[in-house]
Every structure is written in C-alpha cells, then in structure tokens.
C-alpha cells in the first residue's frame, strides 16, 4: 500500500485510531492526513448530547491539545497532539472545506486507498465511482457493530439495548452512511462499569492495530471476502426518552473524574507527573467555562 489518505474527525476516538495506524504502517505507506471541516448541524440536540461533544473534542481541541504542544518536550503519554505527531512522522496534513469538490477528488488520483475515521462530511457518489473503476480501497472504519449499529453514538445504543459487547467494523463505503459491504469486525467488551465515552476512548486505543492489519491484508492480496449488509435502521443522536431510559439504566454518557483521567494518562503522564496537577486545573476550568449544563 503505497499512499494512503485519511479523513480524521476531530474526536478523540478518530486521533487514536489516526497515530496508532500511522504508527504502525509509517515505513510501508505514504499516509497523507485531511482533517474536514465540521458543518453545524441544523438538528436539535439534547443538552447531555452537547455535553458530550465538550468533552469528546472541544475539550481535546481547544485545551488538550494545545496544552501537551506546549509542553511536548517533557510530556511522557503515548499519543501526542496532532500538530507534534504528524511533523514528527512526517506526514502532510491539511484542512478541507468540503471533501466533495470536484477539484479536490481529482487531486486524490495517486491514493491507492482513501479512509474515513468518523469523517464528518459524507463522501459522495463520486468517490464511489472513481474509486471503484480505480480498483482503489475506499474504506470506512467504524465504531460499532454493523449492520446492527449503523449511525452515532451506536455504542451508546448497544449499551441501553444490554449487548455484552460491541465493534469495531471495517467496510467498504457505498452512497449511504455505513452501509457498504463489511470486510471485517473486531469484538469488543462493553463495560458497564464505564461511561459511554470512556467505552468509545478504550475502543479507539484498539482501532488503528485493527486497521492496520487489514490493510497490510490487502496489501499482500489476501483474498478478502465482503458480506453485505442489508436493511438496518440509522441510529441518529438520541432524544429525551433514550437519554432518559439510560440513566434509568443507570449508564452515563460522560464521567468527568474519569475522562480528565483518560486525557491525563493519554497524552500526558501518570497522576504523579509534575505537569498532573496545572493539566487538571486547566481541564476542570475550561470545562465549566464552556459547560451545556
């Protein structure tokens, strides 16, 4: 595989999935990295929802981020903000308004494969004829359990339905959201004991290993057999009564003291690294600066 270009979301699980397979395949692929624009959404979204987003990449963006660049020197986590990684691995990052330009498809001609992780923007039917008449990989790595679990928040959903676990679910994109023929998933255990998003950071500290392997697959020309989905209901965001069915449940989308905990250990170090405490300080204040509650 010899240029690879991946659509990266601005949420935490889609970084994971993005260092850790660009890690992994980084002396055997050409990776190019495109973060797409995120379009507001016209659709009404419940204030947990938006809570959610706070903490699962404007938190991460806005200060997480920022704040390991700062201090990359002497920072000791295992992942590293975009802007330090990438320049480290040199590989080419850009920002795109609109994926579907036609310039813009054109422009990718030389990728051998094109991947979507959580890209915010819907890839026309456009790439699917490019790529398909280019015998070209156009792949979508989602989380969650297809056909299941086609849509958001799946995890979310399989966790109010009581499955014992989820998925990560490798397929091939078609003209509709997580729809194309599935080449591969990868069971994961949900944990009940954990919030909805430290079950999503968990899952995506396993996607780019996942990832990786296939695509060395299909490097190799490892024969690869597709299984179709069929008709599945979309999930979108969930409304009042989901999200009032789950604290019943007693699942919470977010834990506050935990995530802090998971960007600490991520990015940073151990709760006894001398940047700990000004990184905890600055989280729980950007926090209730920007809160939805």
Sequence with gaps: MKNVALFVGNDIFSWLACQDVISALNKECAFTVYFPLVKASRRFQEPAVRQLGLYERQVLNDFVFPFVTRHADICQGAYQAPQVFLAGSAVKAHRIADINDATFISSLGNMDAVISLR??????ADYVRAFSQRGKLLWN???GDLPHYRGVMTLFRAM???EKNCALTLHEMDEQWDAGPVIARQSAELRYDLS???????????????????LI???EREAITVELQGDYRYWGFP????????????IELIDHDAIRRHYL?????????????????????????HSHD
């Excluded at 909805?196 to 296939?214: K, T, Y």
């Design 119 to 124: 890209c915010y923007q819907k890839f026309s």
């Design 141 to 143: 790595l989602h989380p």
């Design 160 to 162: 109010v339905n009581g």
């Design 196 to 214: 909805f998003l430290e079950n999503m950071i968990l899952l995506g500290c396993r996607s780019g290993a996942f990832l990786a392997h296939h």
């Design 217 to 219: 697959r299909a490097d």
């Design 239 to 250: 409304d009042a009564h989901s999200l009032a069915q789950a604290e019943a449940l007693g």
């Design 265 to 289: 250990s991520l990015f940073v170090g151990d709760e006894f690294h001398e940047l700990a405490g000004q990184f905890a300080a600055g989280f729980d204040d950007f926090i209730r600066a």
